[in-house]
């Protein structure tokens, strides 16, 4: 399997415009998840969905954001209008089913800019 | 409150032994994951703890203690590849699925 796959990889762009980022998840997975990863705060839970359904979005850190998975391999995650605090990498990850203990599968990031 | 504890940073030899310790309050408790992050890469799954005790995966074994809320990652036969972020997670009851991150142990290997 190839493994989560996320694009852009890298993003640079200018505060005030809109960016999307982009996440495929394994195949068969049922959990999706975004983070978002800075040195001040770490790894950060933003939304995660079962089945393409969100099931909790109480980590998206303002109405900037927003995620959709409109089928079971492919979600994306927008922020508009992007602001320079929002410069960190962003992480995907999904897995097999919610259960105590069930691995997390990361994506390679997409480490985002905004200037 | 849910909080988890690791120690910033650290430093050991090629070829010795480090322990990275992990404590951690949570509102309830299924188990405890290790991950690995080298620089500029993703998290990658180390480890996972249920029992008390000690679990042993080649050079790296995680030790759980449910009953004083701590954990340790035990690195052996230090290589210059292990130097990475080690990232400790908690695992909450089924219900909320949210894992509770700590920040992370930088640690450095030296020759």
């Given at each position: 399997d190839a493994g989560v796959i996320q694009s852009p990889r890298h993003e640079v762009t200018e505060m005030g415009q809109e960016v999307t980022l982009r996440c495929k998840p394994i195949s068969g997975h049922d959990y999706l998840f975004w983070y978002r990863q800075t040195m001040m705060r770490g790894l950060e839970l933003l939304i995660y969905f079962n089945n393409n359904v969100p099931?909790?979005?109480?980590?998206?850190?303002?109405?900037?954001f927003s995620a959709k998975m409109p089928n079971a391999s492919f979600s994306t995650l927008k922020i508009?209008?992007?602001?320079?605090?929002?410069?960190a990498v962003y992480f995907c990850a999904s897995s097999?089913?919610?259960?105590?203990g069930e691995t997390q599968y990361f994506g390679p990031g997409t480490r985002l800019l905004v200037l | 409150g849910q909080n988890i504890d690791q120690p910033t940073e650290m430093t050991a030899t090629e070829g010795a032994i480090v322990q990275i310790n992990c404590t951690y309050q949570t509102s309830g408790f299924n188990g405890l994951f290790w991950y690995q992050q080298h620089a500029g890469e993703a998290p990658t799954f180390l480890s996972y703890n249920v029992l008390d005790g000690l679990e042993e995966k080649g050079r790296f074994s995680s030790f759980l203690s449910r009953s004083k809320g701590y954990s340790y990652l035990l690195l052996k036969e230090?290589?210059?590849?292990?130097s990475a972020s080690y990232l400790c997670a908690a695992s909450p009851p089924e219900?909320?699925?949210?894992l509770i991150w700590g920040a992370g142990t930088k640690l450095i290997i030296k020759p």
């Open positions: 099931i909790d979005d109480s980590g998206m850190p303002e109405d900037r508009q209008p992007s602001e320079p605090r929002d410069s097999l089913f919610s259960g105590a | 230090l290589q210059m590849k292990d219900s909320n699925y949210q």
